[in-house]
């Protein structure tokens, strides 16, 4: 019986730092990518931090409800369009994270090479 409560604290625990993984995963991402990005600009790191957390939420959403992933590479065109889409809406919840429509469709091409060669699995 022991055996099994250790097991679900230990997926507990593993899923906790899932989480926290890819967030700071999206974290150095999305700071990689405004930096490469034309008009596309975080103030700060707490934006830095909310805009992944942000970012993390309304990925998670759209797997949930629609089952479609917002990554640009593997995805076609919706994921890249979803990826765009979410880079872009990102700044109407975040303060200190602006970006234009232009930088939203190139921030989702860098994010997504980006994206490819960090090594990880970022699926919950």
């Known amino acids: 019986m022991s055996n099994n409560t250790q097991s679900n604290s230990t997926t507990g625990t593993s899923t906790a730092?899932?989480?926290i993984g890819?967030?700071?995963t999206a974290a150095v991402?999305?700071?990689i990518t405004a930096f490469f990005t034309p008009n596309f600009s975080i103030n700060n790191i707490w934006s830095l931090a909310l805009a992944a957390i942000v970012l993390t939420i309304m990925d998670y959403l759209i797997i949930k409800f629609t089952g479609l992933h917002a990554s640009p590479f593997g995805k076609g065109f919706v994921g890249f369009a979803l990826a765009a889409i979410i880079l872009y809406f990102t700044q109407f919840?975040?303060?200190g994270y602006s970006i234009s429509w232009m930088a939203a469709i190139i921030g989702a091409l860098i994010y997504g090479v980006v994206d490819y060669f960090i090594p990880g699995n970022q699926q919950m």
Do not use: D, E, G, N
């Open 17 to 19: 730092w899932q989480i």
């Open 22 to 24: 890819r967030l700071f």
């Open 29 to 31: 991402v999305l700071a």
């Open 93 to 95: 919840f975040v303060a």
